[in-house]
């Protein structure tokens, strides 16, 4: 690859990963502060109908940045040569890659929460549910960020 498409590829990673962590940061303190009956910075209340939107226009966003992600991952593996899970970096990507696998699982499982919400008529413990669900997935990307950065920087 040349220089400008193996900073392409990891600028794509690295915005993927800011959409995909920013956002399960804010949908987490979106749902959190603003539940039943609490206002929001406006001094309005939110709808639980709206933080189900919220959270199923988050899901379209992960999934495709998880999309470009995998992709530019992929690329980035191309970039360096084939790793072998001897030696440290090997062993510390074998972790980080059984680690995004997991996380990848965990999200198909809160995907399907948020619309199986969305369809219903959620309550406020439903909200809850979201809210602690998108504080999983920003606590885990923070693992996975921190992963990342030992294989970068060593």
């Given at each position: 690859m040349s220089a400008a498409t193996t900073l392409l590829v990891r600028l794509v990673h690295l915005v993927g990963m800011a959409l995909v962590l920013g956002g399960a940061?804010?949908?987490?303190a979106t749902l959190r502060t603003a539940g039943p009956g609490r206002a929001d910075a406006g001094g309005s209340t939110v709808p639980v109908g709206e933080s189900t939107s919220l959270a199923a226009t988050y899901e379209w966003v992960f999934w495709a940045a998880m999309g470009a992600m995998v992709v530019t991952g992929v690329g980035n593996l191309g970039a360096?040569?084939?790793?072998?899970?001897?030696?440290?970096?090997?062993?510390?990507?074998?972790v980080k890659l059984l680690a995004v696998t997991a996380f990848v699982l965990g999200s198909f499982v809160r995907t399907l929460v948020v619309f199986r919400l969305r369809r219903g008529d959620?309550?406020?413990?439903?909200?809850?549910?979201?809210?602690?669900?998108?504080?999983?997935?920003?606590?885990?990307?923070?693992v996975l960020v921190a992963l990342a950065e030992v294989l970068a920087h060593g």
């Open positions: 940061a804010f949908a987490w360096l040569g084939p790793p072998g899970p001897s030696g440290r970096w090997g062993s510390i990507l074998t959620p309550t406020g413990s439903g909200r809850s549910l979201l809210a602690k669900g998108y504080g999983a997935t920003a606590a885990a990307l923070l």
